[in-house]
């Protein structure tokens, strides 16, 4: 892909954090971007903080968790853009406690979000991905390769999101569709209610994010990288 230039992008949870710095580096590329989040006004307000062109931002309201509302989501970018070349599975949600402590509910929206929303996302985008050979990108976490403490929850969903797109890269590269997983450790963003702050320089910003993103649509199309772990240079201080 080595043109950006009007393609389009659905990046999953793009009303802030990371998705919305991915966001931002593709439009600055020439594509074309759909963003979502389960908050109408805040999906909204981010598109029109990227850009006031609506040929080239569409703001969706969807909550990945559930099937039909990324199917009325792709439907809607379809409908808008008239073609989809990149998925950019992000949205993602993390609930911290030890197993005793962990709530069912948590446990399941944990679940429900970050493995099968992405389950969800994709099944919905495959069709139109084919017929673009296009790109799907998950963002998973280092939490996918290394467990910790509390983390039950959101390790079972990384490692299994690893463990789910490395599978989906073998399924559809036969169709011209490259898949890669990013694992990213800790990234400024307003993950598990953070406010982003100064003392956060020392981490992978958003943007660094986007910029790997773009590098991995611009890779010459014979080499795919399928599984990046990416981590801040220096440990936190
Ligand atoms: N920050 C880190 O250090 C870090 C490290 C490794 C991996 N990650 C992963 O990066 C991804 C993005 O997280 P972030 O750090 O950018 O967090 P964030 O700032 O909290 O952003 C999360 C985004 O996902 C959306 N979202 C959450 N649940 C959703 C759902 N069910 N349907 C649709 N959208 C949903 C949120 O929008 P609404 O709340 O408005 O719906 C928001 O746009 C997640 O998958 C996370 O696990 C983060």
Redesign the pocket.
């Known amino acids: 892909m080595n043109d950006l230039t009007n393609k389009v992008a659905y990046i999953?949870?793009?009303?802030?954090?990371?998705?919305?710095?991915i966001a931002k580096k593709l439009l600055s590329s020439g594509m074309r971007v759909a963003?979502?989040?389960?908050?109408k006004d805040?999906?909204k307000k981010?598109a029109s903080d990227l850009s006031d062109d609506s040929k080239k931002i569409l703001a969706i309201e969807?909550?990945?968790?559930?099937m039909k509302?990324e199917q009325n989501a792709v439907e809607k970018i379809m409908n808008h853009f008239g073609q989809l070349d990149v998925l950019v599975?992000?949205?993602?949600?993390?609930h911290f406690a030890a197993i005793d402590e962990l709530t069912e509910k948590d446990w399941k929206?944990t679940i429900?979000?970050?493995l099968t929303?992405v389950f969800n996302s994709v099944k919905a985008s495959i069709d139109p991905l084919k017929k673009s050979k296009g790109y799907i990108i998950t963002?998973?976490?280092?939490?996918g390769a290394n467990f910790f403490e509390t983390a039950s929850a959101?390790n079972a969903?990384?490692f299994g999101?690893v463990g789910f797109t490395q599978a989906i890269m073998l399924d559809l590269r036969k169709y011209g569709i490259k898949v890669t997983t990013?694992?990213?450790?800790?990234?400024?963003?307003?993950?598990?209610?953070?406010e982003p702050n100064d003392a956060d320089a020392w981490?992978?910003q958003?943007e660094d994010?986007g910029q790997i993103v773009d590098d991995l649509l611009h890779m010459h199309p014979r080499t795919l990288p399928s599984k990046i772990e990416v981590r801040p240079s220096m440990p936190a201080k």
Request: glycine content about 14%.
């Open positions: 999953t949870g793009g009303s802030k954090g990371i998705g919305f710095g963003i979502s989040s389960r908050n805040a999906a981010a969807s909550d990945v968790s559930l509302d599975a992000n949205a993602g949600v993390g929206e429900d979000t970050n929303g963002i998973a976490s280092l939490a959101y969903s990384k999101l990013i694992m990213p450790g800790s990234v400024t963003s307003y993950f598990n209610n953070h981490k992978i958003p994010i």
